[in-house]
């Protein structure tokens, strides 16, 4: 593993605090556009980022504006959260279509080209649509999340992500009653993600990469899309240009660079539980009580600044720590045969 200073110096205070939505929108963008990685020379593009900056717009009717801030309100305690290094943050990955070492995604994601994008929301809606890359920075409200993360291997980083809570998405598109779970599926493109034209590197998965959450987690406003993290793009290890986060659950749930979101009114299969299913889940909810069959998952290291010496171990929490929010959407499951 590679072993880096970390780079916090570059990341203003202002990107990394909750202060309001128009500011982390307006900070996003300065970056976006500074990292040139959305043209604002078009006319059209441009109106619709300056936009943003109004309060003109249906977007910010007092309804509008006082369910934002309740969002919000659940980024409060997490703030909390010591945020790990950027440098760690996007270079101990697991992206598995780069290899399955925590180094290859950072070595090896380079190769994915993310603009263009196509993302799909179809299925059981009523007004399917396509979401292409621009369309992800600038079509809906975007929030500042900070997150725990905890993967199923019993680490964790906490990573301070921008996106779009996946409810926002999910309405535009009118889902049916009928619609009971959502399929996502990452991007197949053997030419760019080298694991997928080689089982020796992909890890013998069965490409695209799928996941899958009932529509009451999909809806659940902790769920979100995320496009960014401290502030800039998400970089193509992260899972560019965007990707799910569902923080209670095991890392493997929150699936990258998605090109199919599919309302079903079966449960998706999806590719951790389709591998070795008497290890993972379908719901996968991080949970002390119930150990992985070959590992405790009582406890998690936790990924700071540090090098090979470091072993800063801490309790895991039941449902990652967002149980006060969603421990209600379970509870008439065993979570011991659930898991
Ligand atoms: N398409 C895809 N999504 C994926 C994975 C993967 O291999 N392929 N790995 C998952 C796992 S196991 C984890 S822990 C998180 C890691 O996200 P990060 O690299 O941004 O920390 O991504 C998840 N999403
Ligand atoms: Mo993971």
Not at 1 to 9: C, E, Q, T, W, Y
Not at 223 to 244: D, F, M, S, W
Request: charged share 20%; hydrophobic share 35%.
């Amino acid at each position: 593993m590679k072993i880096r200073h970390s780079n916090r110096s570059q990341f203003k205070d202002s990107q990394i605090t909750d202060e309001s939505v128009y500011h982390n929108r307006r900070s996003f963008i300065k970056q976006l556009a500074v990292a040139g990685g959305v043209t604002l020379a078009s006319q059209p593009a441009q109106a619709s980022f300056l936009d943003w900056f109004t309060d003109g717009k249906n977007e910010t009717s007092n309804n509008t504006k006082s369910r934002q801030l309740a969002e919000l309100n659940y980024q409060k305690d997490s703030s909390e959260l010591k945020r790990t290094p950027y440098d760690k943050v996007t270079q101990f990955n697991n992206f598995y279509e780069f290899g399955t070492s925590k180094t290859e995604p950072a070595e090896h994601a380079s190769a994915l080209q993310v603009n263009p994008w196509d993302l799909k929301i179809s299925g059981l809606v009523d007004k399917p649509y396509q979401l292409g890359y621009e369309d992800l920075f600038s079509q809906f409200d975007l929030y500042e999340r900070v997150y725990r993360l905890r993967c199923v291997e019993a680490w964790s980083m906490v990573v301070p992500w921008i996106g779009i809570p996946l409810a926002k998405v999910l309405e535009r598109a009118q889902v049916q009653n009928r619609a009971k779970y959502v399929s996502f599926k990452t991007l197949y493109r053997p030419s760019e993600m080298r694991g997928q034209s080689s089982r020796f590197i992909g890890g013998n998965i069965d490409y695209p990469y799928r996941e899958g959450l009932t529509i009451a987690e999909a809806m659940h406003p902790l769920t979100i899309l995320a496009v960014g993290l401290y502030g800039k793009e998400l970089p193509n290890q992260n899972g560019a240009p965007v990707r799910l986060i569902v923080p209670w659950k095991y890392g493997f749930k929150s699936i990258k660079s998605i090109v199919s979101i599919e309302l079903t009114n079966h449960q998706p299969i999806t590719t951790w539980n389709q591998l070795a299913p008497d290890e993972y889940g379908f719901y996968a909810n991080v949970n002390p009580n119930v150990d992985h069959p070959r590992w405790s998952q009582a406890s998690e290291r936790v990924i700071t600044t540090g090098g090979l010496f470091e072993q800063t171990r801490v309790p895991t929490q039941m449902f990652n720590g967002y149980g006060e929010q969603v421990a209600n959407l379970y509870k008439n499951i065993n979570l011991k045969t659930n898991y």
